[in-house]
């Protein structure tokens, strides 16, 4: 059982959340965000990317810096290394030699 302490002006009570069990084949194991089919994408694009070449993603409604990070969490998930450089409009990405 959890409890957490309240004092209150005449004496102490224990107070605290409902704690119950659920099987974990009911969670959701992933987490898929606002940028995971973009991902996908990008990781498949990466993958079959000569090395003389970069990939353009347009920024649209997403800022350079929160879809950088993006595109190198997901490329470090597959141990591609890249490199990128960004305009105003457009996020520029290639593989490392």
């Excluded at 995971?36 to 970069?54: C, G, I, N, R």
């Amino acid at each position: 059982m959890v409890s957490v302490r309240k004092q209150t002006d005449k004496s102490i009570t224990h107070e605290g959340p409902k704690v119950e069990r659920v099987p974990l084949s009911s969670l959701v194991r992933k987490r898929h965000g606002k940028h995971y089919d973009l991902m996908k994408q990008v990781l498949k694009e990466l993958a079959d990317l000569p090395s003389e070449f970069a990939l353009k993603l347009p920024l649209g409604d997403f800022s350079a810096k929160d879809l950088r990070s993006a595109v190198s969490r997901a490329a470090a998930s597959t141990r591609i290394e890249i490199s990128s450089t960004s305009d105003r409009e457009n996020l520029y990405v290639w593989k490392r030699r």
